[in-house]
């Protein structure tokens, strides 16, 4: 990425308004090109082990403008750039792997389980209590952890109901969402090997995002 991306997104943050964004329109147009050509390197490498489909870089970007009709915070931009990336773009309803550019260290690349609904939660919480050990053995793999440090989400403060409070796999089981994600500081994002770097996350996440995606959204019903 351009170091001129980020310094972008540092101007908007102070100056979140429609006026300057329009009047500084030209910066903002360059930031997304440089995010669409980091996008189009991710599809192109991504698509040699995972089947992307005919996956086009304009279904992987989020918009900058932000929904503000049910938020408190009526800045009208968010203070970042964003793609997801997986079959079907970021519009697939399925889990794919979130790209997220902002200044000040706050860049990552991660995925994982987040806005899902009650019988999507039953069913992680079923095959949790079947076989934890599929998903661990993804989860607690060494080189897995030590580039996914951050753990991030909601976990219930007691267990489900249905589930013993001695259960071996209560930290799981409580668990609402279980999102996995690297952090790039500054230099990092504006290296030349930002992308491989990334890439190489996308890889290490896919087992993970493999078995998520099956368990909510393509296991068969009993």
Request: glycine share 8%.
């Amino acid at each position: 990425m351009e170091s001129k991306t980020l310094e972008f997104l540092r101007q908007l943050i102070e100056n979140n308004n429609r006026e300057w964004f329009q009047e500084n329109r030209k910066k903002y147009d360059d930031a997304k090109a440089d995010l669409e050509k980091l996008v189009a390197y991710l599809i192109t490498e991504v698509g040699k082990f995972q089947d992307l489909g005919n996956l086009q870089i304009k279904e992987c970007i989020f918009r900058i403008n932000r929904d503000i009709r049910f938020s408190k915070n009526k800045t009208p931009y968010k203070n970042h750039l964003s793609a997801g990336i997986g079959p079907g773009g970021r519009g697939s309803g399925k889990i794919d792997y979130y790209l997220h550019i902002q200044p000040d260290g706050q860049s990552f690349i991660g995925g994982g389980m987040w806005d899902t609904t009650s019988e999507q939660l039953a069913r992680f919480r079923q095959e949790i209590d079947y076989n934890a050990d599929e998903l661990k053995k993804i989860i607690e793999d060494k080189t897995f952890r030590e580039f996914y440090p951050h753990i991030s989400g909601e976990s219930l403060k007691t267990m489900p109901k249905g589930y013993a409070k001695d259960h071996p796999e209560i930290e799981l089981l409580k668990r609402k969402q279980l999102f996995f994600d690297h952090r790039f500081t500054d230099k990092e994002v504006t290296s030349k090997d930002f992308g491989e770097k990334v890439l190489k996350g996308i890889a290490l996440l896919k087992p993970y995002i493999d078995y998520m995606n099956y368990v909510l959204y393509e296991q068969p019903a009993e």
